[in-house]
C-alpha cells in the first residue's frame, strides 16, 4: 500500500530505518546507530505498549506498525544504538545533509507500508481497552474515513497558504502546517485563544459567505453582509478591515504598545499573521538570536487582540442590535484585557511553581 506521509523529522527518521532493514540481507545482524530517541523508542521499548493498545493515539502508527514487521522479518537480530547528534559522527553527519535535502522537497514521498499479517498484531487488548480509549479510537476511524471522504477543507487549506505568506513576509521564514497547527495550540495562549485560532483556521464560524446557503431564507442571507460597510462579513473582514471601530482601535493599541516594548517594525496583522501569531520568531537584528520576550508579547499581543475584537464584534451584533461600541468602551476593554494577562504571568514568575515557572526576564 502506498501512503503519503507526513513530512518531519520524526518520520523521516522512522522510514530510514526501515529502508535499513528492507536492504540488507535477511540473514545478516544489523547495527542501526541514531541520534533519534523517538525512533529508536518506538521501535524498542514501546512496542510492547503500542500493540497493546492497538496504537490508539500513537503518531504515526502505520508507519511504526510496519517498521516493526520489518525488523520481525528479520532471521538475526536486529540492535540499535544511540549517537549524539551533531558531534562528528561520520555516518550521522552524512545523515543530516541528506535530511536537509529531504526537507526542502516540494511533494511528500509515498512509502510502501504493505505488511505481513502473520507478523502484526492487530487489535487492542481487552485488558488495556478503557472508555476514552475506545472513544478515541472511534474518533480517528471517523476522520480517517472523512479525509478518505473529503480530502482536506477547502477554506483551510487557503488559510494556511495566507499563513504561510504573511509569515514570510514578517518574519523570512515559511511554517510548515504541522509548524502552524502547533503554533496555534502553543501554551502562551489561553484555551479560549487556542479554541478560537483553530475555529477560524477552519472557517469554521458562521461568518461570511457560510449565510449565503441556498437553503437559507432571504434574511438569513442578509447576515453575510456587514452593516457598516456593506462588504462581506466572513472572519478576515472582521478582524482587519470592518469601519466598525473596534477592529481599527484595537490595532492601534496593539501597535502603541508594540512600538513601545521593540524596536522591530510593526505589521499591521493580516489574517494569516494573526493564525500564525505565534509560527514566527523576533530575532536580534545584528546577532540573529531570538528575542524571547518579545516573541512572546507578539504572540499574546496578537492573538488575544484578535480575540478580543471577534468578541466584540459578536456582543455588537448578537446582544447590542449592531450599536457600535464606543472608542473608551473598546479602549477599557483591551486595557483590561491586557493588564490581566500581565497580572497573570506576574503571578506564573513565583517560584512556587518551580519548573513550570515563568522566567522574570
Not at 505488511?115 to 472513544?135: C, D, F, H, N, V
Not at 503554533?183 to 485560532?197: G, P, Q
Not at 461568518?207 to 441556498?214: C, E, I, K, P, V
Request: net charge positive; aromatic share 6%.
Amino acid at each position: 500500500m502506498q501512503t503519503p506521509l507526513e513530512q518531519s523529522n520524526q518520520t523521516g527518521e522512522v522510514v530510514a530505518i526501515k529502508f535499513a532493514t528492507e536492504i540488507l540481507p535477511l540473514d545478516e545482524e544489523l547495527m542501526i546507530e541514531t541520534d533519534s530517541k523517538y525512533a529508536q523508542t518506538q521501535l524498542t521499548s514501546n512496542v510492547q505498549a503500542n500493540e497493546d493498545k492497538g496504537y490508539i493515539g500513537v503518531k504515526n502508527c502505520e508507519l511504526l506498525k510496519a517498521t516493526v514487521v520489518s525488523i520481525r522479518k528479520r532471521k538475526q537480530g536486529t540492535h540499535f544504538k544511540w549517537v549524539k547528534g551533531h558531534n562528528g559522527h561520520d555516518g550521522n553527519e552524512a545523515a543530516d545533509k541528506l535530511a536537509g535535502v529531504g526537507a526542502e522537497k516540494q511533494s511528500t514521498d509515498n512509502i510502501c507500508i504493505r505488511r505481513a499479517p502473520a507478523l502484526e498484531i492487530t487489535g487492542a487488548k481487552l485488558s488495556t481497552m478503557t472508555q476514552a480509549l475506545a472513544y478515541q479510537a472511534i474518533r480517528e476511524r471517523k476522520m480517517k474515513k472523512e479525509k478518505r471522504k473529503n480530502g482536506p477543507r477547502r477554506r483551510t487549506v487557503q488559510n494556511l497558504e495566507k499563513v504561510r505568506a504573511q509569515v514570510e513576509e514578517a518574519f523570512e521564514i515559511v511554517p510548515k502546517a504541522e509548524a502552524i497547527w502547533r503554533a496555534i495550540r502553543h501554551k502562551d495562549f489561553t484555551r479560549k485563544t487556542r479554541n478560537f485560532l483553530w475555529m477560524t483556521t477552519h472557517d469554521a464560524y458562521m461568518t461570511g459567505s457560510l449565510w449565503q446557503r441556498a437553503s437559507f431564507s432571504e434574511e438569513l442571507q442578509e447576515q453575510a453582509i456587514c452593516k457598516h460597510d456593506n462588504q462581506l462579513e466572513d472572519m478576515e473582514h472582521i478582524l482587519t478591515s470592518c469601519e466598525s471601530p473596534g477592529q481599527n482601535v484595537v490595532w492601534e493599541l496593539a501597535q502603541r504598545l508594540w512600538e513601545k516594548k521593540s524596536r522591530k517594525e510593526w505589521y499591521r496583522p493580516g489574517i494569516g499573521t494573526i493564525l500564525g501569531a505565534a509560527a514566527g520568531d523576533i530575532k536580534d537584528e545584528e546577532t540573529e538570536k531570538l528575542k524571547s520576550g518579545e516573541t512572546r508579547l507578539w504572540r499574546i499581543l496578537i492573538a488575544e487582540s484578535a480575540y478580543l475584537i471577534w468578541v466584540l464584534r459578536c456582543e455588537r451584533v448578537i446582544a447590542n442590535e449592531n450599536t457600535q461600541f464606543s472608542e473608551d468602551e473598546i479602549t477599557n476593554r483591551w486595557s483590561k484585557m491586557i493588564n490581566e494577562r500581565l497580572k497573570l504571568d506576574a503571578r506564573m514568575t513565583n517560584k512556587k511553581y518551580e519548573g513550570k515557572a515563568l522566567s522574570r526576564r
